[in-house]
């Protein structure tokens, strides 16, 4: 079963806006990552942060962590029309394999 | 990109017929997973190695074998295809230390259709 859900499941923006993506999960967990997934590609990494963060940049992302909601959120700022992909989060737990949500298809229009 | 080759990239195949599916990594990583893709799914994992002939079961293993010969190879069968496992499947690597998670790298995936 799935252990991240994301939202919304479909985002539709301007270049140059931002974008924000939620995650949402249910049990508690080790760390939480991100990854974009472009048509007909594997996924791809973007960030990694543990339960005892509550905050990481990476570029013009940034992630939040707030394990007492159990949610997490990716926001891409100044958004260009190649950031266009699914986007995934993926929780652990000790010992445990990751588990996906079923991702937020993000388009950026030009 | 991460070293990962899957192939093939792409399969028809009948049901009832089995079928492999390879994975091949030049990154020498311990950590070796098969997912599926479905929509409204996201990815699931069906088997996964963490070692040379060490393998074991995800959350969606029924109808699925997996062997690891080699630290580069691990294959996926799928020993009597079913209409229900057309999918994309994934591979992905991951060079873990010890309980806790590290980033996966992923291929780019094999599109199987059972007809």
């Known amino acids: 079963s799935q252990q991240g859900e994301e939202d919304p499941q479909a985002l539709s923006i301007q270049e140059g806006e931002n974008a924000t993506m939620n995650c949402s999960y249910k049990t508690s967990i080790n760390n939480l990552q991100w990854y974009r997934q472009n048509s007909g590609r594997g996924l791809v990494h973007l960030i990694l942060i543990r339960s005892n963060e509550r905050e990481k940049h990476s570029g013009r992302l940034r992630v939040t962590l707030d394990t007492s909601k159990k949610s997490s959120s990716l926001l891409i700022t100044a958004s260009r029309a190649a950031d266009t992909a699914s986007y995934f989060c993926a929780t652990d737990a000790l010992f445990n394999d990751m588990r996906f949500g079923a991702g937020t298809r993000l388009t950026v229009k030009p | 990109d991460a070293g990962i080759t899957q192939s093939p990239r792409h399969k028809v195949t009948e049901t009832g017929t089995p079928v492999t599916l390879r994975c091949h990594q030049t990154?020498?990583?311990?950590?070796m997973y098969w997912y599926r893709q479905d929509p409204g799914h996201g990815l699931r994992l069906i088997h996964y190695?963490?070692?040379?002939?060490?393998?074991d079961k995800g959350e969606v293993s029924d109808g699925y074998s997996v062997s690891r010969s080699k630290t580069e190879d691990f294959l996926l069968t799928l020993e009597s295809a079913t209409s229900s496992q057309t999918s994309v499947y994934f591979c992905?690597?991951?060079?873990?230390?010890?309980?806790?998670?590290?980033?996966?790298?992923f291929g780019n995936g094999t599109r199987l259709t059972v007809t």
């Open positions: 990154e020498n990583h311990r950590y």
């Open positions: 190695s963490y070692g040379v002939k060490d393998t």
């Open positions: 992905a690597i991951s060079d873990r230390q010890g309980a806790y998670n590290s980033p996966l790298h």
